[in-house]
């Protein structure tokens, strides 16, 4: 079974960065997606940024482009999310996950705890 743990959250003000962490442990058993979605109290999950575990192959939400940047480490299993020119609308708990597949197409995703990203002067 995949586990997730993230860290790297904080309080920063605008204009600052941050850098997020995400480490895997388990069995990998398919080929698998890796990213970050992010949530505010009364609103939908959003997606923020993934990367593939093969390719290497990224998609970032239009919100984030040109700010945030995702990387992996893959001898330490573990991907980052470098987090530039933050803005008060980036406050968020930020989800690390894990999506998996078969060669059938069937789905399981795996989440982190959630680390806190506070944007505030």
């Known amino acids: 079974q995949v586990q997730l743990v993230e860290s790297g959250g904080g309080l920063v003000q605008p204009g600052g960065s941050l850098r997020l962490s995400c480490a895997a442990s388990?069995?990998?058993?398919?080929?698998?997606?890796m990213g970050w979605y992010r949530q505010v109290p009364g609103k939908q999950r959003e997606f923020v940024v993934s990367?593939?575990?093969?390719?290497?192959?990224?998609n970032y939400a239009d919100s984030v482009k040109g700010r945030f940047t995702i990387s992996r480490d893959n001898a330490k299993n573990t991907v980052y999310l470098q987090m530039n020119s933050l803005k008060a609308e980036d406050t968020a708990v930020y989800y690390c996950?894990?999506?998996?597949?078969?060669?059938?197409?069937?789905?399981?995703?795996?989440w982190g705890q959630g680390t806190q990203v506070t944007v505030s002067s």
């Open positions: 996950y894990e999506r998996t597949s078969d060669m059938f197409g069937r789905p399981s995703t795996y």
């Open positions: 388990g069995s990998i058993l398919s080929m698998y997606t």
């Open positions: 990367i593939n575990s093969g390719s290497g192959s990224t």
